[in-house]
C-alpha cells in the first residue's frame, strides 16, 4: 500500500486540552471512511491532515513529506482537497469561478485549470450550471460544487468533511461513484452515514472521544455485532453501534 | 492575475465607479477654477479628491476585506498552497484599482483642462503621488481591520468615519500633512515628507496583506506560533508607529523651492511686475496693473522699479514681495501698494514713534495703502472681499477711486500731508 497519510503519537487538541492523543495511522489509496457520533474528533483529524492546524505533538507525513512548518504545510496543500463540513464560498461567483478560485489557491498550474475545472464540473454533473451563480444553485447543487471544488487538479489525498450532507438518494449514488473513480487517490471521508461507508469505503475507523475504537475493513465493523439483535437496520449499523456501546460500557 | 481580475469584476466599488468619478469631477471643479493654468496649483487641486476618496476606500476595502470571513472561507484559506499574501495582495489591488483609476482620471482631466492656458513645466507630480500614497495608507487600514471584522457593516462605517475624522483633523499640511490644499510656485513637497508618507503607504500594504486573520476563531494554535503572529505584528506596528513619527517630526508638508533663474516679467520699462514662470497667466494683469502705477499723480509717490512675486529673491527677507492668492491680484496689488508707501515716506526724518503715531496719522496711511491698491487693481476690491484695515471704510475709498483725478489728488494729497506731519513735525 503507498502510503498517502502516515501520523505517529499524534495528539491535537485547543489549548492544553487534547482532543486526540497518541494516535498512530497510516492511510494509502482508497476511501478511508471515519465514523463517530458528535464531538468524536473527527473533523479535527481531518483538519490537522489538511495541514491547517500542526499537532500538538507527534508527527503526520502527507505524501511522503514531514509536515513540520508552515512553508513544509504550503507544499503539500498542492496535493490535498478540503471540503470543510460547513465550506464557504463567494456569493457572486459562478460555479466555474468558484472551483477555478480554489484551483488557484490550490496552485494547480494555469495551463491547467481551466480544463481541470471543467472536468470536475462536469464529473458531479453541474456542466449545465457552470455559469450559474454559487447563490442561484440549490443545498444539493453548491453541495457538489465543493466536491468539484475538493477534487480539481486532481489532489492525491481528498479530504471530506460529511460530503453527502444535503444530497438527495440519487445525488449521494453518484457521489458515490465519482468517488469510487478516483484512482490513485486518498479519500478520508467522515461522515454520520454508515451506508455511504458501507458503499464505498476499503477501510473505516470509528472514533470516539479522540480514539480510534476499531479500524479495519467496513465488513470487520460488521463483524462487531453481537449475536442476536443488536441495534441498528444493518450488519455495518449494529457493528458500529456495538462499538461505540462498548465503550460506553467501558467507562461505566 | 487571474484573481486580480476575477477579484476586479466582483469589486463593490464597480458599482459605485459612475458616482466616484462624478465625485471627482466635483471635488476638482466645484472649489474654484483659478488654478487651471498653473501647474503647481493643478496638480495640488488634481489631489483634492483623493481626500474624500481615501475614506471611501478605507471603506470599500474593509467591506471586500470582510466577505472572505462572512462568506465563511477562511477554512478553505487555510488550506491553500498559495501564500497568503497573494490572497489578500489580489483582494486589495481590486479595490485600490477602481480608486487610482477614478484618481488618475481626475489628474488627466485637471492636466487637460490646463494645458492650453499653463505656462512651461506639467503636472507636478509629488502633488500627484501624495494623493496616491493617501489612497493607499487608507485602503490598506481599511482592509486591516476588515479582514478582523465579521461584520456587514461596523467595519467599513468605523473605517470611512474614522478616516474621515483621522484625515480632517491630523492631516492638514501643517499637521501629519497627508494632503496640500493649494500649490504657490514658490513651495514644493518636501521629499523627506512625500517618502515618509510612501514608507507608511508600503508598510500598511504589508500589513494589510500579512496580519491576516488566523484560520479560525476555534483554532488555538498556528504553524507560524502564537508568539512568532504576535512578534510580526508588533514589530509591524513598531514601524508604523515610527515611520508615522517620522511624519510628524519631518517638518512642513510644503518647503521653499529654489528661485528661477528667468522670471516671467512685464515688459515696457519701469516699474515691472515679475512672475514665477509657473504664473505666466498672470502677466497680462501684472502688465495692467504696470500700466496702472504709471498713471498714478506724478511727483506724488516714490515706485520701485521691480516688484517681485513671493520666492523669487528667496524666501528670506520676502515681505516686500506679493503673492497671488486664490488667483486674484488684490493681494499682490495691496502689497505693492505697502511697498509704495513705503518708498515714499519722507526722506530724512525718523520713523514716528510715541504719541507721534496719532490715530489720524495711523487712518492716513491707512487709507491711502488701499486707495493706491484700488487704483493698482483697476478700482474698487474684488467681489466677496469684505474688511480691511482698522477704521478704513473700504466702500468710501472705493467711491473716491471713481471720482474725477483732481478730486482723488485732494483727497490723496490732505493724506499725505498728515504723515508727512507726523514724520517730520
Known amino acids: 500500500m503507498d502510503t498517502v497519510v502516515r501520523v505517529s503519537g499524534l495528539t491535537q487538541g485547543y489549548g492544553k486540552s487534547a482532543v486526540i492523543s497518541g494516535l498512530d495511522l497510516d492511510i494509502g489509496h482508497g476511501v478511508f471512511g471515519l465514523l463517530g457520533p458528535n464531538g468524536a474528533g473527527k473533523t479535527t483529524l481531518l483538519r490537522t491532515f489538511a495541514t491547517i492546524t500542526p499537532p500538538l505533538s507527534g508527527t503526520i507525513e502527507i505524501v511522503g513529506q514531514e509536515v513540520t512548518s508552515e512553508r513544509a504545510a504550503r507544499l503539500v496543500r498542492r496535493q490535498i482537497g478540503y471540503l470543510p463540513q460547513d465550506f464557504g464560498y463567494h456569493p457572486g461567483f459562478s460555479v466555474y469561478e468558484f472551483v477555478r478560485y480554489c484551483a488557484w489557491l490550490r496552485e494547480v498550474p494555469s495551463a491547467r485549470v481551466h480544463e481541470a475545472a471543467v472536468r470536475v464540473i462536469d464529473q458531479v454533473g453541474l456542466s449545465d450550471r457552470m455559469k450559474a451563480k454559487m447563490k442561484s444553485l440549490s443545498g444539493g447543487m453548491v453541495r457538489r460544487a465543493g466536491i468539484a471544488a475538493a477534487l480539481v487538479g486532481s489532489p492525491r489525498l481528498v479530504l471530506l468533511d460529511e460530503p453527502t450532507v444535503g444530497l438527495d438518494p440519487a445525488q449521494r449514488l453518484e457521489f458515490r461513484k465519482l468517488i469510487r473513480s478516483l484512482n490513485n487517490t486518498a479519500v478520508v471521508l467522515s461522515t454520520h452515514l454508515v451506508e455511504d461507508v458501507a458503499a464505498i469505503c476499503r477501510e473505516v475507523a470509528v472514533m470516539s472521544s479522540g480514539e480510534f475504537l476499531f479500524q479495519g475493513s467496513p465488513r470487520d465493523l460488521s463483524a462487531q455485532a453481537p449475536s442476536g439483535d443488536g441495534v441498528g437496520d444493518t450488519p455495518l449499523e449494529r457493528g458500529y453501534m456495538a462499538v461505540l456501546n462498548r465503550r460506553t460500557v467501558g467507562e461505566r | ?425
Not at chain 2, 487555510?78 to 480608486?99: D, K
Open chain 2, 1 to 425: 492575475m487571474k484573481l486580480y481580475w476575477t477579484e476586479l469584476r466582483r469589486s463593490p466599488l464597480r458599482w459605485w465607479f459612475p458616482l466616484l468619478l462624478v465625485l471627482d469631477l466635483v471635488a476638482l471643479f466645484g472649489r474654484n477654477l483659478w488654478w487651471i493654468g498653473e501647474w503647481p496649483q493643478t496638480s495640488a487641486q488634481a489631489q483634492i479628491p483623493a481626500f474624500y476618496f481615501a475614506s471611501l476606500l478605507a471603506a470599500a476595502a474593509a467591506w471586500a476585506a470582510g466577505r472572505t470571513s462572512r462568506n465563511n472561507l477562511d477554512e478553505q484559506l487555510a488550506v491553500a498552497a498559495r501564500p497568503g499574501w497573494q490572497i489578500e495582495l489580489a483582494q486589495l489591488s481590486a479595490t485600490l484599482t477602481y480608486g487610482l483609476v477614478v484618481y488618475g482620471v481626475g489628474v488627466a482631466v485637471a492636466a487637460s483642462v490646463s494645458l492650453p492656458t499653463a505656462g512651461p513645466g506639467f503636472l507636478w507630480p509629488t502633488y500627484i503621488f501624495l494623493g496616491v500614497a493617501l489612497l493607499v495608507i487608507f485602503a490598506s487600514a481599511g482592509h486591516l481591520v476588515g479582514r478582523r471584522s465579521r461584520s456587514q457593516f461596523a467595519g467599513p462605517v468605523l473605517c470611512g468615519l474614522g478616516s474621515l475624522v483621522i484625515i480632517s483633523w491630523f492631516g492638514a499640511p501643517t499637521a501629519l500633512g497627508l494632503f496640500a490644499i493649494s500649490a504657490a510656485p514658490f513651495e514644493q513637497v518636501s521629499l523627506l515628507v512625500l517618502v515618509d508618507h510612501c514608507v507608511l503607504a508600503f508598510l500598511l500594504t504589508v500589513a494589510a496583506c500579512l496580519v491576516t486573520r488566523p484560520p479560525s476563531s476555534s483554532v488555538g494554535h498556528t504553524w507560524a506560533g502564537k508568539r512568532r503572529r504576535q512578534l510580526r505584528v508588533i514589530s509591524l506596528g513598531a514601524l508604523v508607529v515610527s515611520v508615522i513619527a517620522g511624519m510628524v517630526t519631518a517638518g512642513p508638508l510644503q518647503v521653499p523651492r529654489s528661485s528661477p533663474r528667468q522670471p516671467a516679467c512685464t515688459s515696457g520699462g519701469s516699474p515691472k511686475v515679475c512672475v514665477w514662470p509657473e504664473d505666466h497667466k498672470y502677466l497680462p494683469q501684472a502688465q495692467e496693473m504696470q500700466d496702472r502705477m504709471r498713471r498714478l499723480p506724478a511727483g506724488m509717490f516714490t515706485i520701485p522699479t521691480v516688484f517681485y512675486e513671493r520666492g523669487l529673491r528667496g524666501m528670506r527677507d520676502s515681505y516686500d514681495d506679493f503673492y497671488i492668492m486664490d488667483g486674484s491680484m488684490w493681494d499682490p496689488s495691496v502689497t505693492i501698494a505697502g511697498s509704495i508707501m513705503a518708498a515714499s515716506r519722507p526722506k530724512g526724518c525718523p520713523l514716528p514713534i510715541g504719541p507721534r503715531i496719532t490715530d489720524q496719522f495711523k487712518q492716513a496711511e491707512a487709507e491711502l495703502n488701499v486707495w493706491l491698491a484700488m487704483r493698482i487693481f483697476g478700482g474698487g476690491v474684488p467681489a466677496g472681499m469684505h474688511g480691511g484695515p482698522p477704521n478704513v471704510d473700504l466702500n468710501a475709498v472705493a467711491r473716491v477711486v471713481t471720482q474725477p483725478e483732481g478730486a482723488q489728488v485732494e483727497w490723496a494729497q490732505q493724506r499725505i500731508e498728515t504723515i508727512h506731519h507726523a514724520f517730520c513735525g
